[in-house]
């Protein structure tokens, strides 16, 4: 079984630039995360899809940053201007739909996003 | 609020050492799961373990093994007899019933010489 899988794995864009990364979950995993890490900080949570709803995105830093997830499959991630402190890893994760509380997220090998 | 806190930045081993990597967490809900991810120099987090706030026993699992304790808030991870493909960035973090996202910690940086 495939896991998670992110693309691209590297993308050095200049600032004022749109980047947009793309997240494949595990297939039949309805729950989809997006998390990211700055450098030597901690991994921080930005949003939770539930199939192609979000169902929690009180982790996204501001306006400029546009998650969707068209017919509950693939997501992807858009920066739109970027800044040069999203620069970061940028990991997705992916989990079954479970009604007895959030089962183990799995994750893809992140994209790393350089902001010149 | 969730909290995790790993105090340990780094731990520097040679290898066959034993070493335990320290994890405490702060939660107010009853019911919340707890998780050990690797992440290898490639980069990829790589799951290892999660344990419910209902099941206080301890895992073992080839030369890992898990120390939960509700008591002291704490979630520990030890290596036996370490290898160096076990170096890694080592993360904690934590979960709860209403909540699915992961609270991570800061990670513990693990590096093991030959």
């Known amino acids: 079984e495939a896991g998670v899988t992110q693309f691209p794995s590297h993308s050095v864009i200049e600032k004022g630039q749109t980047v947009t990364l793309r997240c494949d979950p595990i297939s039949g995993h309805d729950n989809l995360y997006w998390y990211r890490r700055v450098m030597g900080k901690e991994i921080k949570f930005l949003l939770h899809?539930?199939?192609?709803?979000?169902?929690?995105e009180s982790g996204m830093p501001n306006n400029r940053f546009l998650a969707e997830r068209t017919g509950g499959t693939y997501s992807t991630l858009k920066v739109q201007p970027a800044e040069l402190e999203d620069s970061g890893v940028y990991f997705c994760?992916?989990?079954?739909?479970?009604?007895?509380?959030?089962?183990?997220?799995?994750f893809g090998p992140g994209t790393r996003l350089t902001v010149l | 609020a969730q909290k995790v806190t790993q105090a340990q930045t780094e731990i520097s081993v040679v290898e066959k050492e034993d070493v335990t990597l320290d994890c405490v967490y702060e939660t107010r809900d009853t019911t919340y799961y707890l998780f050990w991810y690797k992440q290898p120099p490639s980069g990829e987090l790589v799951f290892l373990i999660r344990r419910n706030s209902f099941d206080e026993q301890n895992e073992i699992s080839g030369r890992y093994s898990w120390n939960f304790q509700k008591s002291t808030s704490s979630f520990n991870f030890t290596i036996t007899a370490s290898q160096v493909v076990d170096s890694a960035v080592y993360f904690c973090a934590l979960n709860t019933y209403n909540t699915d996202k992961l609270i991570f910690g800061t990670g513990t940086r693990l590096q093991v010489f030959p």
């Open positions: 994760a992916s989990s079954p739909l479970l009604a007895g509380g959030p089962d183990t997220q799995y």
């Open positions: 899809f539930v199939k192609e709803s979000k169902q929690d």
